[in-house]
């Protein structure tokens, strides 16, 4: 089982950056691959970026450019979030594959005003 915790969101304006934690309970090393999603009010949840054990990365399309997916050696996955627009504003969640489960973080809202 894995238990995800993200942190970082908040209100920033427009052009301004973030950086989004996600601290899992066991080594990354030990997980398949994770994931930075968001869901807006009204919006279904849709992918945002996304890293292998092996370190490859993708990205939605709307954020490629702007937000970088890394993690360290330990336990913890960033989301390095610059030139931030309000169409951003969503509830941030990430989440493990761990063996043949998904897990799934609490969120963090960020808020981007214009």
């Known amino acids: 089982q894995v238990q995800l915790v993200e942190s970082g969101g908040g209100l920033v304006q427009a052009g301004g950056s973030l950086r989004l934690s996600c601290a899992a309970s066991?080594?990354?090393?030990?997980?398949?691959?994770m994931g930075w999603y968001r869901q807006a009010p009204g919006k279904q949840r849709e992918l945002v970026a996304t890293?292998?054990?092996?370190?490859?990365t993708n990205y939605a399309d709307s954020v490629k450019g702007r937000f970088t997916i890394s993690r360290d050696n330990a336990n913890t996955m960033y989301l390095e979030m610059n030139n931030l627009k309000p169409e951003d504003t969503a509830v941030y969640y990430c989440?493990?594959?761990?063996?043949?489960?998904?897990?799934w973080g609490q969120g963090t809202q960020v808020t981007v005003s214009s």
């Open positions: 890293i292998t054990s092996g370190g490859s």
């Open positions: 066991r080594s990354i090393s030990s997980i398949n691959a």
């Open positions: 989440n493990a594959l761990y063996g043949v489960t998904l897990y």
